[in-house]
Every structure is written in structure tokens, then in C-alpha cells.
């Protein structure tokens, strides 16, 4: 009887570790709780400067660009002594930018080139004297902004 009290023992502690050896096959609820939550903690965290980042290379591109465009009137009007005619400027921009429209607007002396963000977002712009303005960022309307265009609060170029 003893022998049959010991097996049975034995099978117990056999099943009992068995038991326990397939329960542990994955991760619990718990673990993966405790990952999701840093995962949300860590992006909620990278995703916004990221975007920033994101962000003010787009503007520095839409700026690029206007200054690019102003050098090229300037061309244009050491060879013809005007910007362009009937209100049309000699330079041409097309409007392929994704993420910016580009128009100016001539009287054949003077010019003014305008950077627009689709979303409406951001607008800057550029005269025949180099004044570089910014119209409008993140959304705000800057009528009295200084003579610069703004990247970020605060810092100009």
C-alpha cells in the first residue's frame, strides 16, 4: 500500500509540474499590459518631436525656395530692366510643391513672391528689396511680424 501511496505521489507531482510547464508557453495578460503601456508612453513622447522636426524642414524648404526665386527675378531684371509684364512675372514657379503654392504678383518694377502651406497653415513672402515677411504661422496671423520668416517661436532667418 505504501508503494501505491508513493506513486500516486509522485504522478501528483508529476502533473503539477506539467501543469505549470505549458502554462508558461506565452507572456500573461499582465506582461503584455506593462509593454503596450511603454510603447504608448515612449511614442506619445518621440511622435510630437518628430512632427516638429518634420515640420520645420518643410518651412526651411518653402523659405529656400522663395529666396531661390528672388535671386532668379533679380537675373531677370538685370537683363530685361523689369520683373515681368502685364502683371506676370518673368519667373515661373510651378506649383508642384507638395506641401507649398508659390505665386507672385509683378507691376514689371516691383514684385512680390508668396509661399502658402496647403493646409493654410503658414505664408510667407518676399518683396524686390529682399523684405522677407512672415504672414502667417502655425495658424496665426502676423501682420506685424518683424522682417524675417519665422521657423519656430523665436528663432528667424
Known sequence: MQGQSTGSRINKIRLFFHQNHTRQRGFSL???LVVMTVIGI???MTIPVYVSHLQKTQLTDATAQLALLANRMEQ???DQRNYGQNQQCSVSM???EFLF???CQT???SYVWRA????NEFAYSIDHLGNKKTLRFDGQDNPHAPNCWLLEAGLCL
Open 42 to 44: 515612449l511614442s506619445a
Open 107 to 109: 507691376d514689371g518694377q
Open 94 to 96: 510651378s506649383n508642384t
Open 76 to 78: 531677370v531684371y538685370l
Open 30 to 32: 499582465l506582461e503584455l
Open 116 to 119: 502658402s502651406s496647403q493646409d
Open 101 to 103: 503654392s508659390y505665386e
